[in-house]
């Protein structure tokens, strides 16, 4: 369950190696310090004295970060609703039973989550010319990304005015937006590529120049489904009723005046207009598709909460299931759910105006229409269905199928487990959650994961851990990091951005070897603007080779990381991941900084 998404990185500073607390001087330390008394109080920028120790027993190299993503702990976010469509609180990890290919798992980790209630830990500017963090940084709450939602409007498959009802719809959920909510509006022919933002002017311009960007036959109308049953199914019905339209829409020759040469001549060009609306709907689908991976993706990079919103009408191909599967197996690889919203809403009962079928054939043309309605929302449904989403379709009310799309629900649980025994063979596992009374009560969650392929190289493996948490918002505890920020304004364009973390080594498992203990330990840097958008990082790895005398200091004192980076005044979301090599353990945590121009 492996993708690689990379990102082009800034010019950031060379990364030093501290012992806390951090020294301003940014020397390379040879030495920890003596343990502070918890009780003492002294100034927060004072000096700690330093201890005698050996030089070579810590090393640090510094490389640029690489993004993938990895799955090994399955998270699986959750709502509940009532029959009135309301989220449902105040629920228990024990309400929750979770199966993975019918087996009950141990649920291992239990969120939730109210989105727009999280507050990072904030930076406190230090005075130009100082680089030491006081002791104690303030902690303020800013509105950083949480929620990322790319909504997808299939103007390929547009007909009729589906473009103005959908852009109308879509434009009344804007202000629904949680100010941590960031939407993107992308369109299927590529002709909209509005990035993730809270700007709603921007949403709003974008939605209005959303238009149909193909046209199919008009006379007689033919849909891909009824192509399909001339040319594939040799269906004589749908041929007839093709005719019945050209002979009530189409300006047909009168001569020759034979009736069988005018029918023969009709049934040729109903034919080929057929074969000319599947060869258009198979190169329209497989656009479609590519699009869609495209935008995944781009989704996949952010670092947040991921949520696609589909909104398609006519939407088949001879190829769909074979085309979907991959869209599908993407998008639980990122932690994306794909919610779809059929935007045809009712079919009429009343076809005569609508394609201009004679009275006598009404009755075969809905059953047909059912028929096609089911045959097309059969994708949408699976797509939404495959990757723990929903869909909305049957309803006329499209303003609200987006709205449930676009717009996060007041809360969701996040259930966590880490599959026993599992094999990396990349198999489809099935997942199922229930609740132990769910009377009245409906679940939406996601229905699958992939198991990880077998990787060759372990480092390869750690790395693939380390950036997939990168692109998470969830919090990671394995090993205890304490992560603060701070920043100087050099000038009113430029600042330096320090990113600290505190790491307690008590419970790493170092390889002893001889008289010394060996551990690696890697800490991956990511900057994201406030659209999310990276904007620098870095990649620091420790080497440890200590002494009994050293390991006991750093256990006792902790081990402090300093990353700083060249950054513009603006508001920055910092994701920090720490883990050692030896125990394959992690932490990942949220800072946010708030540089004023």
Same mark, same amino acid.
């Given at each position: 369950m492996l993708h690689c998404v990379c990102f082009g990185l800034g010019r950031y500073l060379i990364l030093l190696l501290v012992f806390f607390p951090l020294l301003a001087s940014g020397q390379e330390v040879q030495n920890p310090p003596a343990a502070p008394d918890a009780n003492s109080k002294s100034d927060s920028r004072s000096r700690v004295q330093q201890t005698p120790g050996p030089a070579a027993e810590v090393a640090t190299t510094d490389s640029p970060a690489v993004f993938r993503v990895r799955t090994n702990a399955v998270l699986v976010r959750v709502v509940v609703r009532d029959q009135k469509g309301n989220a449902v609180e105040n629920l228990k990890k024990e309400d929750f039973q979770l199966f993975d290919n019918k087996k009950l798992q141990a649920i291992t980790s239990f969120n939730l989550e109210h989105p727009g209630a999280q *507050?990072?830990?904030?930076a406190e500017e230090v005075p130009s010319g100082e680089t030491e963090a006081p002791a104690n940084a303030a902690a303020y709450p800013t509105a950083v990304p949480e929620r990322f939602v790319a909504l997808v409007l299939d103007d390929v498959h547009f007909e009729m005015n589906d473009a103005v009802v959908v852009r109308e719809a879509a434009a009344k959920i804007l202000d629904q937006l949680l100010p941590s909510d960031r939407m993107a509006i992308f369109t299927s022919s590529g002709s909209i590529n509005q990035d993730f933002t809270s700007d709603k002017a921007a949403l709003r311009d974008a939605l209005s120049k959303v238009t149909r960007k193909t046209f199919g036959n008009e006379c007689p109308h033919i849909s891909y489904y009824q192509a399909d049953l001339m040319l594939n199914q040799f269906d004589p019905t749908a041929e007839q009723? *093709?005719?019945?339209?050209?002979?009530?829409?189409?300006?047909l020759p009168t001569q020759p005046a034979e009736a069988d040469a005018v029918t023969e001549m009709a049934t040729r060009f109903v034919r080929e207009t057929a074969k000319e609306v599947q060869d258009q709907g198979d190169r329209k689908a497989a656009d479609v598709f590519r699009r869609l991976e495209n935008i995944l993706g781009k989704l996949a990079s952010v670092p947040g909460q991921r949520v696609m919103a589909f909104v398609s009408t006519e939407f088949y191909s001879r190829r769909a299931a074979e085309d979907l599967a991959p869209i599908i197996d993407r998008a639980l690889r990122a932690n994306i759910v794909v919610d779809t919203v059929d935007a045809r809403g009712l079919y009429p009962t009343d076809l005569d105006d609508h394609y201009g079928y004679q009275q006598q054939a009404q009755n075969v043309v809905l059953s047909r229409f059912r028929a096609e309605e089911q045959i097309l929302g059969t994708l949408l449904g699976d797509l939404a269905d495959g990757t723990g989403g929903n869909f909305f379709h049957h309803r006329n009310d499209l303003d609200r199928g987006i709205g449930q799309a676009v717009t996060a629900p007041p809360v969701?649980?996040?259930l966590g487990f880490s599959p026993q025994n599992l094999k990396l063979d990349g198999s489809y596992h099935a997942l199922k959650v229930t609740l132990e009374n769910s009377k009245g009560l409906s679940i939406e969650a996601r229905h699958s994961y992939r198991a990880p392929k077998s990787l060759q190289d372990p480092a390869q493996q750690a790395d693939q851990e380390i950036t997939e948490a990168l692109t998470s918002r969830d919090e990671v505890n394995d090993i205890p990091v304490e992560l603060r920020t701070q920043f100087f304004k050099k000038d009113s364009t430029d600042a330096n951005l320090s990113v600290l973390a505190r790491v307690n080594t008590q419970n790493m498992h170092f390889r002893k070897e001889g008289d010394r203990y060996l551990d690696n330990l890697t800490m991956e840097t990511a900057i994201f603007n406030q659209d999310g958008k990276f904007v620098s990082g870095g990649k620091k790895v420790v080497t440890m080779n200590l002494t009994d005398t050293t390991l006991e200091q750093v256990n006792r004192l902790g081990l402090s990381l300093k990353s700083s980076f060249d950054v513009k005044p603006g508001t920055y979301?910092?994701?920090?991941?720490?883990?050692?090599?030896?125990?394959?353990?992690?932490?990942a945590r949220n800072g946010s900084v708030v540089i004023p121009f």
């Open positions: *507050a990072t830990p904030a009723l *093709a005719l019945q339209d050209l002979m009530a829409c189409g300006d969701s649980y996040v979301l910092i994701r920090l991941v720490v883990r050692d090599a030896e125990g394959a353990q992690m932490a």
